[in-house]
């Protein structure tokens, strides 16, 4: 079997290659053109990957490969069947590092943050419309603040920042600063939401008349801040909690799939295979 290698380094990984194989015409890009975006740097810790070149390598397989290539597969993913599919699956993947990796830069040099230029980014409708350049595993906003970090380094550009206390430090001064433990506390009551994320919760605060308007008041039960808030809330919930069942339904999944392994179903075939058969 003849296999030729395109040499793919610094893209997903340090040392990376893609594989074409010319008798079947299958094209294996290995981890850098998954149906998803990928991360630029993972959370877990890493060197900060460079899209512009892994933009560049998947640029360079379509012009290498993409002629001659029916299947394209990686090895994460299910294969991409047909020419005319697998150019156009990597041509949006390329399209997809380098617009996020050119778009940050731009952005960077109107000299913008990290956090800043995260909520600027937005993907053109060409990339937004395939389903396998969303945001399933690395994100756009991870993603553009990992592009600063490779270019600019840990340094934001404010002074303040350059020699900063210790968390446990920081926090001690903050609390200082606001008043002290109890006022602090007294604060976070009043102002604690279950869902802060902006995207997915609207935090005004609803009137105890609309909520019973809406639903029929023995349904409704407001909790004020005070001493016996913790007692109240478990009073509120009494009896409508379904954890438990859920545990019993996820130890009775498990059950029937150790059973199905160990003895399978009648009609399956469940003759022993001999040593060493896998």
């Known amino acids: 079997m003849r296999i030729v290698f395109q040499l793919a380094p610094e893209t997903e990984a340090p040392a990376e290659m893609h594989m074409f194989y010319p008798q079947l015409g299958v094209l294996n890009m290995a981890e850098n053109a998954c149906p998803v975006l990928h991360n630029f740097i993972p959370l877990r810790g890493a060197v900060a990957r460079d899209p512009r070149i892994w933009a560049k390598y998947i640029g360079d397989a379509i012009a290498l ?132 994320d902006r995207r997915e919760s609207d935090l005004t605060a609803i009137p105890e008349a609309t909520l019973t308007r809406w639903f029929p008041a023995s349904r409704v039960s407001v909790l004020r801040p005070g001493g016996d808030l913790e007692r109240r809330v478990r009073e509120a919930r009494y009896g409508r909690e379904l954890w438990t069942w859920f545990v019993w339904i996820a130890l009775a999944c498990l059950l029937a799939e150790t059973a199905l392994g160990r003895w399978g179903l009648p009609g399956m075939g469940g003759e022993p295979r001999p040593a060493g058969v896998r």
Do not use: C
């Open 65 to 196: 490969y993409a002629p001659h290539t029916e299947i394209l597969i990686g090895q994460h993913h299910w294969p991409t069947w047909g020419r005319e599919a697998v150019l156009d699956h990597l041509e949006a993947q390329r399209d997809l590092y380098k617009h996020i990796h050119d778009q940050t830069l731009r952005l960077l040099n109107q000299g913008l943050t990290g956090p800043e230029i995260a909520e600027r980014i937005e993907l053109p409708p060409s990339l937004t419309s395939e389903w396998h350049t969303r945001e399933y595993y690395g994100t756009i906003s991870h993603n553009t603040k990992a592009i600063y970090q490779r270019y600019m380094g840990w340094f934001d550009g404010n002074p303040a920042h350059l020699w900063e206390h210790p968390p446990v430090e920081q926090a001690r001064r903050y609390t200082e600063f606001m008043g002290g433990a109890e006022a602090v506390l007294e604060k976070a009551r009043a102002s604690f939401a279950v869902n802060p």
